[in-house]
């Protein structure tokens, strides 16, 4: 049988080789790109990006009223000052990323519109070859690189997770995925209802009710939230003073890592004190009897994301009968709505899918390691960076509990710490092992679901590599304690092998 797919090849032009190659232009790669720059100067590198922009995850979601869920101050860089309002819109991150870009003449190194679709490691020749098409005509490039540094994120950009309900296909309105929220919806005046109750509904929901007939948010169980002002007292305080930008950034960033900390350990330590806190910042909007039907959960804080809600804006917006907030679970669609397992009926001309994301393993790239297709739950992670069995090659993944950029960051100092290390070896290759001490080391899945769970971790984890029960093989997802120990790593420690 003939390969269409081979007849559709596209023809490769000269390939062109790097130090280092970057996939991704979001807020991992700018500032990988950033980081290389600074502290490996005269490495040659270049970041292949698949859309036609910078951005990523502030690029592709277009809904109404996409900002953050973290604050700026510690999901911005460390070495650029956020100064404006903590939580910030989609167009705001952007801004902030293109001033990274400009001011570190990081766009000669950039290629938008390269979806790459293979990358393959030699031994032979200690290097990766990647081969990308340009969405512009369609041709293929190719690149070779001493280095891979995965930088696309953790989700499928292209499409969403959206259930199987039965009776979908009968339902006579819109069905939407945040995701992939078309420009010429027309939503005024109609009944919409968006199913989900993380913060992508959270941030939906208060941003298009004043527009609706009416908004209902439709969730199966509830989830935490902080409502609280979209501004920082000691970062305005520290600006009457006068003090320097950059100064108010560190000292803000610190403050808030602090406290996050404190934070965090209590919902491990006194988990139903945390709760009954939360639930009391949804009580100062609601009244009792809302906030124990639909926003007081099962689980103990942290074991999903919390969201922040600048002003309270959803609560708000039920509090003033434009938005309301249904729990129950879906019984099947018909031509008007969401009929629902108690018997109750939502009636909707909209129906959104906030409800998640398909999990990217690699990109979605298909990896060959000298020949061989690589299957990545085989490997065991070293520290959720690097993978046995995959040479001179570090992921990205960052934070659930703090913001993904604090890793970032720290992922960038290993990188160029490790880079420069190996050119002082002379050594060509760097790939992680399981010491003779490992041998019988229980593999186990990728994060403990025990202490953090969300549904698209929890459907994919499968497809992820293992970790073990030593803290050199394991993703603990703990900033407090990365960042101490990342900076430390002993390079020359046995799990790492240099040829």
């Known amino acids: 049988m003939t390969d269409t797919a081979t007849l559709e090849r596209p023809a490769a032009q000269k390939t062109e080789h790097f130090d280092v190659l ?5 807020i991992s790669g700018v500032g990988g790109a950033y980081h290389l720059t600074q502290q490996c100067p005269g490495t040659s590198f270049v970041v292949l990006e698949g859309l036609e922009s910078f951005g990523g995850t502030w690029l592709t979601h277009r809904y109404p009223g996409i900002r953050s869920d973290s604050d700026l101050y510690t999901f911005g860089y460390r070495f650029k000052p956020w100064v404006s309002a903590p939580i910030a819109s989609a167009e705001e991150i952007l801004r ?35 081969e990308a098409v340009r969405k512009s005509d369609g041709s293929l490039a190719r690149f070779t690189a001493n280095f891979l540094w995965m930088c696309q994120g953790y989700y499928r950009h292209s499409e969403g997770y959206t259930p199987d309900w039965e009776g979908m296909e009968t339902f006579k309105g819109k069905i939407v995925h945040p995701q992939t929220w078309p420009e010429d919806l027309d939503y005024k005046g109609k009944k919409v209802v968006i199913i989900g109750s993380g913060a992508t509904a959270a941030t939906l929901a208060p941003a298009i009710a004043g527009d609706c007939e009416h908004v209902t948010v439709l969730q199966r169980s509830p989830t935490y939230f902080i409502p609280g002002r979209n501004a920082n007292e000691l970062a305005d305080v520290l600006r009457e003073l006068e003090i320097d930008e950059s100064w108010i950034h560190e000292i803000v960033r610190r403050k808030i890592l602090h406290d996050q900390a404190a934070f965090t350990q209590r919902s491990f330590t006194e988990p139903e004190a945390v709760k009954q806190e939360l639930l009391a910042g949804v009580a100062a909007f609601l009244p009792p009897e809302e906030v124990e039907k639909n926003f007081t959960p099962t689980y103990r804080p942290w074991r999903q994301r919390i969201a922040f809600v600048p002003e309270g804006d959803i609560f708000q917006g039920i509090r003033a009968g434009k938005a ?11 031509e008007a709505g969401i009929r629902l397992k108690s018997g109750k009926h939502l009636e909707a001309d909209i129906i959104v899918t906030a409800t998640g994301f398909n999990l990217n393993v690699l ?3 298909d990896f060959v390691i000298d020949g061989k297709p690589l299957v990545f739950s085989d490997t065991v992670t070293y520290r959720g960076m690097m993978f046995t069995g995959v040479p001179n090659m570090v992921w990205v993944f960052g934070y659930f509990r703090a913001s993904w950029t604090l890793r970032a960051d720290l992922i960038g100092d290993f990188v160029c710490r490790l880079l420069n290390h190996m050119k002082e070896k002379r050594a060509k290759k760097v790939s992680v092992a399981l010491r003779p001490e490992d041998k019988d080391m229980p593999l186990l899945p990728w994060i403990d679901p025990e202490n953090f769970n969300p549904g698209y971790l929890m459907r994919g984890m499968h497809l992820l590599p293992k970790r073990g029960d030593k803290p050199q093989w394991q ?5 407090w304690a990365e960042k101490d120990e990342l900076p430390a790593i002993d390079l020359d420690a046995p799990e790492f092998v240099y040829q």
């Open 363 to 365: 990109g979605d790239i």
């Open 22 to 26: 970057i996939v991704g232009a979001g």
């Open 475 to 479: 993703h603990t997802q703990d900033y």
């Open 324 to 334: 309301s907030v249904v729990t129950d679970e879906i019984e099947r669609f018909d």
């Open 96 to 130: 902030y990323m293109g001033e990274v870009i400009e001011e570190n003449h990081l766009d000669d190194h950039i290629r938008y519109g390269h979806q790459i679709r293979s990358a393959s490691w030699s031994s032979k020749d200690n290097q990766w070859t990647i």
